[in-house]
């Protein structure tokens, strides 16, 4: 007999300051992703708008709030948009390699210069080796890094790194938990919306109907670029449902009226819940 799946224990944070909408607080919800059923278990909660941290599944579980809502782009249907077209055609000779979990010098050489430059002071910023190792190794399901490469010299070396992403691989999609990117690369500017412009390609060459942003939150400018990626779908009381074009073209519109606009970098932080850190695209 084959031993029954036992449902899994679910913890709430403490209160903390919301990192997206000043003068609110943010509580979570998590539960371990542990034992022989965690991929299964990590896909379940992914459908209902969970987020995984290390070993850890989370999502928001605020008073009075519910700003963050977990989206996903429709790949299959997914057409770019001429500025989306450039930024392809900019890009389009990098070196993409799909790795093993495993955490490389190079790669936290690459955070740390990122870091510095878009997020000086933030909550990462005291992030080390061993941190890092923990974000990208400490897994129970089936995730990869992927990077993207300058093209190799005259000497067969490989290309400077200059993009990173962590990525889980679901049986209905994509999920990018984390990514980031060289700053001081002006010849290849849009380098985050490139790398969720290859992870929509993967996933439709693979096969796989979805690729999932995270949380877009509404009234944060951060986290507003994820609208420009058409069709979108998100996650409500009733299940998942697609942005009207109407909608979305609106928010698109305020996006680019929006002087204080940041660039994709695909690279925020959700406060950990309990005692482990967390890193994610939100």
């Known amino acids: 007999m084959t031993a029954p799946v036992r449902f899994p224990r679910f913890f709430v944070t403490s209160p903390a300051p919301c990192p ?16 022989p059923h965690s991929e299964q278990l990590n896909e379940a909660l992914g459908r209902i708008g969970f987020r995984r941290s290390q070993t850890v599944a989370y999502r928001p579980s605020c008073h009075e709030c519910r700003a963050c809502v977990s989206v996903r782009v429709v790949a299959e249907e997914f057409a770019p948009s001429s500025t989306q077209k450039r930024i ?5 000779d990098l070196v993409v390699s799909e790795c093993r979990p495993w955490a490389t010098a190079e790669q ?9 430059s878009r997020h000086p002071g933030g909550g990462m910023a005291a992030m080390d080796e061993v941190d890092y190792a923990d974000m990208v190794e400490h897994t129970s399901v089936s995730t990869f890094v992927i990077e993207y490469r ?15 992403c962590l990525t889980d691989r679901q049986g209905d999609g994509l999920s990018m938990i ?16 490139f790398v969720i412009l290859d992870h929509i390609r993967r996933a439709r060459e693979a096969g796989l109907p979805y690729v ?3 949380y877009w939150v509404e009234g944060s400018p951060r986290m507003q670029y994820k609208v420009r990626y058409r069709p979108l779908e998100r996650l409500g009381p009733e299940g998942w449902s697609r942005m009207s074009e109407t909608e ?3 928010l698109i519109t305020g996006l ?5 606009e940041r660039s994709p970098d695909g690279a925020s932080k959700h406060g950990a819940p309990g005692d482990q850190k967390q890193y994610d695209i939100a």
């Open 20 to 35: 997206y909408l000043p003068g609110r607080t943010e509580r979570k919800v998590f539960t371990e992703l542990k034992g």
């Open 88 to 92: 392809m055609k900019r890009n389009k």
């Open 108 to 116: 936290f050489d690459l955070l740390r210069r990122y870091l510095a």
């Open 150 to 164: 300058e093209p190799s010299g005259e000497d067969g070396q490989p290309g400077r790194l200059v993009a990173a």
């Open 178 to 193: 984390y990514s980031f990117y060289d700053p001081d690369v002006e010849a290849r500017s849009g380098l985050g919306n």
């Open 212 to 214: 999932y942003l995270g």
């Open 248 to 250: 979305q073209q609106a």
């Open 256 to 260: 680019y009226g929006q002087r204080h």
